[in-house]
């Protein structure tokens, strides 16, 4: 008699091959879409910065210009009401918090602190290298 077919050893090595290679490819794969988030969030920061730099040119003069040292604080929400910045790209995940911008003599710095959540308040993204006693505030 001639059977056609798999044998349940068979069977049973084809499912443990497969489970082995999920076994190595699912973290592999969830690094990688760690680092690709964290990619995205780093590039947003870029923009921020940007947008942040567009805007203390409209500032100069509130600045000091290129005759003083001082800073001031503007929050993201006014960078994207001014159109300097975009919301970020996730429907899911929203940013704020406060963008710092430092003029020395005309050379002007940007620091910020933001915090990105998801729908459930869960932070997923944070950022602060703003030094707090670095500056003198001037008032736009």
């Known amino acids: ?14 499912l443990v091959i497969i489970g082995f ?15 690709n988030e964290e990619s995205q ?4 920061m870029d ?8 805007y203390a040119e409209e500032l100069k003069d509130e600045l000091g210009g290129s005759n003083d040292i001082g800073c001031t604080e503007i929050s993201l929400s006014t960078l994207i009401s001014e159109d300097m ?16 911008l430092n003029n020395n ?13 998801n729908k459930k308040g869960e932070s997923t993204y944070r950022m602060n290298n703003i030094n707090y006693s670095s500056c003198i505030r001037f008032q736009p």
């Open 21 to 35: 290679i999920l076994l190595v490819a699912i973290p592999h794969v969830s690094k990688v879409m760690v680092q």
């Open 47 to 54: 923009i921020i910065d940007a947008g942040a730099k567009r």
């Open 105 to 117: 003599k005309g050379n002007i710095e940007v620091t910020k602190s933001i915090t990105c959540t």
């Open 85 to 100: 910045v975009t919301s970020y790209n996730d429907k899911d995940v929203s940013c704020s918090g406060t963008i710092r």
């Open 1 to 14: 008699m001639n059977r056609k077919g798999f044998t349940l050893i068979e069977v049973i090595g084809v």
């Open 41 to 44: 969030y780093k590039k947003y």
